[in-house]
């Protein structure tokens, strides 16, 4: 399968390259000549690297020079903090539809692309379907909803398989530092305590291992549509950083009840991802102790 993937230099991007290689794909990523590549460093001479920034009219030349069977579209602007009110929202919405356009003309056949749970109402206290009520708080929610919409209808018209993966948490290497699961795990290598809030939100964590392998399940399956992408399994952020504490020796060092909770994020989200496991033969090779046992030691060897 010859592939056009977007955010390669990004967290999950870089795995589901490793994944696709793997696979025998022929890999053309996306890769702006800014980003940093350290993520995918040691792949580098296996991938056709793509230089541009989705912005530019430049890509539409390089898609249909290349002429891809599938693409995985993965690149947004998720700065921890900032994304959720940037302006780049819209800016990546835009170009993300002018690609749909670009891929239809090169007679792509197969569209995968990546929304995010917050699409969903966050007063759910039910696990999310992927028929459940959305109800964006926020401009990336609300563009990455938007912009499901239009490409569902668009690659009708264009006969095109689309599939729409509402991504859950992910954890593990090569994730932002400023995340929470780097954060806690990094306090806790300095020997310094992880300030936290209570810990009483309800969420969904997965492997980014198994998130990547989840994305080849469906590109190379019929599934279309809305599809969640998450372990299915809810466990509150006190039970996650109590487990880090654990594993790592120092539960002494997990800071409950130091900071406030952040204003409108939702206290229950989690997957149902029944779809997903009935729609494919991707089953999550992780636990999430296993999980977490992984990312420990990766940010031991990677500090």
């Given at each position: 399968m010859k592939v056009f993937l977007t955010g390669t230099t990004g967290f999950i991007g870089s795995h589901l390259a490793r994944v696709l290689l793997q696979h025998g794909c022929e890999v053309h990523a996306l890769v702006r000549q800014t980003s940093n590549r350290y993520r995918i460093r040691e792949i580098l001479p296996e991938l056709k690297l793509v230089i541009g920034d989705l912005l530019d009219d430049a890509v539409d030349r390089e898609v249909l020079r290349i002429r891809p069977d599938a693409c995985i579209h993965l690149a947004w602007y998720v700065q921890p903090g900032k994304y959720p009110s940037a302006l780049e929202n819209m800016d990546l919405l835009r170009a993300?539809?002018?690609?749909?356009?670009?891929?239809?003309?090169?007679?792509?056949?197969?569209?995968i692309a990546a929304g995010t749970m917050f699409e969903y109402n966050p007063d759910l206290t039910a696990a999310a379907l992927e028929s459940s009520l959305t109800g964006p708080r926020h401009l990336y929610a609300a563009s990455k909803l938007a912009l499901c919409e239009a490409l569902t209808q668009f690659c009708r018209l264009a006969k095109i398989q689309f599939a729409w993966t509402r991504l859950f948490y992910q954890y593990g290497p090569y994730e932002h530092p400023q995340r929470l699961v780097p954060v806690i795990i990094n306090s806790l290598l300095r020997g310094e305590i992880a300030k936290l809030t209570p810990g009483e939100q309800v969420c969904d964590y997965l492997h980014v291992a198994d998130t990547a392998e989840a994305l080849w399940a469906i590109a190379q399956s019929e599934i279309s549509g809305v599809v969640n992408v998450?372990?299915?399994?809810?466990?509150?952020?006190?039970?996650?950083?109590?487990?880090?504490?654990?594993?790592?020796?120092r539960p002494h060092l997990i800071g409950l009840n130091a900071l406030p909770y952040v204003p409108d994020w939702p206290?229950?989200?989690?997957?149902?991802?029944?779809?997903?496991?009935?729609?494919?033969?991707?089953?999550?090779?992780?636990?999430?102790?296993a999980g977490l046992t992984n990312t420990i030691q990766w940010w031991r060897n990677h500090q």
């Open positions: 993300s539809l002018r690609l749909a356009e670009t891929l239809s003309t090169a007679g792509c056949h197969r569209l998450g372990s299915g399994e809810p466990h509150t952020v006190r039970d996650i950083a109590l487990s880090i504490g654990r594993i790592m020796g206290m229950h989200l989690v997957a149902d991802n029944s779809r997903l496991e009935t729609s494919t033969d991707w089953r999550p090779k992780f636990s999430l102790d």
